[in-house]
């Protein structure tokens, strides 16, 4: 069986995100099957003899895949997120008319989605018959694990990072809820006994110049920037900007707590990578974040402070429970992994090139 999958994700600003790491892996673990061939490619002029062609992402405002089909097609939808919440992201009559393009060619893909309350969402909101539509749920590759202290000393001592902090890592998007997290870490860090705990945003978005940059999508690192700020939390929030894979590996190590604040995720990709590495996690109740973390996190309603606060301080000042969501966590972590995605995508392909 050939199988040519797009790689334009890597080319684009997809490349160090969750995109770019599915596509990234996907082709990796699709290279160990000796019964299929993989084909990398960007243009589908470079293709033929092709069974199956795979768009690893779907672009809902740019008219990224073609309406008539050379060759059967299956696309991966993460996420609807941009149609849940489209007073978030205003398109222009452009987008909407691309959109409409995109449906269109929908019609004869197969797709692919990272979880259950996906596979609702695409089946709602682009009108995709759910026998057309298979849940693979994503993983964190085998980098992500326990580290021996030493190489832990040594992360610690070139970011100089401090005892005790709580991490986030990923983009900082409206969805991603980051205000929530800031108003509530100012709340805590007002209790005395976690006045010296410090909060880190891991992510290339942190280190960006934007404040002359008028662009819709840029408001909400703008805000994120602006609450720092006025809160007088420079000392206290420290912004990392995109690292190595082994040294975000270690801050997840080093961490005593990950929290994932989001009003929506497809996956929730970070929370696995926090499992794997043994790090208690706090997260939003909300998409398919309880789906992924089961019952290997603690879990709260991401527009209540208060009970957020709360949840936060309780988990951090106990030992015994941070021993316990590591421990489920790492049981959880083994539920996924990229040979399994491997497996579950091969298997679509056969069904496809059956029926």
């Known amino acids: 069986m050939k199988i040519a999958i797009n790689i334009h994700p890597l080319k684009s600003g997809h490349r160090d995100r969750g995109i770019g790491k599915y596509t990234v892996n996907l082709i990796e673990n699709m290279k160990r099957y000796v019964d299929m061939e993989i084909q990398e490619f960007t243009d589908l002029s470079e293709l033929k003899d092709v069974d199956i062609v ?41 987008g909407r008319f691309n959109f409409l393009l995109q449906r269109l060619a929908l019609r004869n893909c197969f797709i692919i989605t990272d979880s259950e309350i996906s596979r609702i969402d695409i089946n709602r909101y682009l009108h995709v018959i759910e026998e057309k539509i ?26 100089n990072l401090p005892s005790s902090f709580i991490l986030y890592v990923g983009d900082a998007n409206w969805t991603k809820n980051l205000p929530f997290l800031i108003e509530g870490f100012k709340k805590l860090i007002g209790i005395a006994d976690f006045k010296d705990t410090k909060l880190v945003f891991v992510g290339g978005v942190f280190l960006k110049n934007v404040e002359n940059i008028d662009h819709p999508e840029l408001e909400s690192l703008k805000r994120v920037n602006k609450l720092i700020k ?16 082994e040294d975000l590996v270690a801050f997840y190590n080093l961490a005593t707590v990950y929290v994932q604040p989001s009003l929506y995720e ?14 208690p996690v706090i997260s939003s109740n909300k998409g398919s974040l309880k789906e992924v973390g089961r019952d290997a996190a603690v879990y709260f309603d991401p527009t209540n402070l208060d009970q957020f606060v709360s949840i936060l301080r309780e988990v951090l000042q106990d030992k015994s429970q941070q021993n316990k969501l590591s421990k489920l966590g790492f049981e959880q972590a083994k539920k996924y992994s990229w040979e399994k995605v491997a497996k579950e995508t091969a298997d ?8």
């Open 266 to 279: 497809g996956f929730g990709l970070p929370i696995i990578e926090a499992f794997a590495c043994g790090t």
């Open 54 to 94: 795979h768009y690893p992402w779907f672009d809902f405002f740019a008219h990224t895949l073609p309406i008539k089909k050379q060759f059967k097609t299956v696309v991966t939808i993460h996420d609807v997120i941009p149609l849940l919440y489209p007073e978030r992201y205003p398109v222009g009559l452009f």
């Open 230 to 245: 006025d809160m007088n939390l420079e000392q206290n929030i420290m912004r990392i900007g995109n690292l190595s894979v």
């Open 134 to 159: 298979q849940v693979v749920h994503l993983a964190a590759n085998k980098d992500f694990k326990p580290l021996n202290d030493t190489k832990l000393l040594f992360t610690k001592r070139k970011y």
């Open 348 to 355: 679509v392909y056969q069904y496809i090139v059956e029926h």
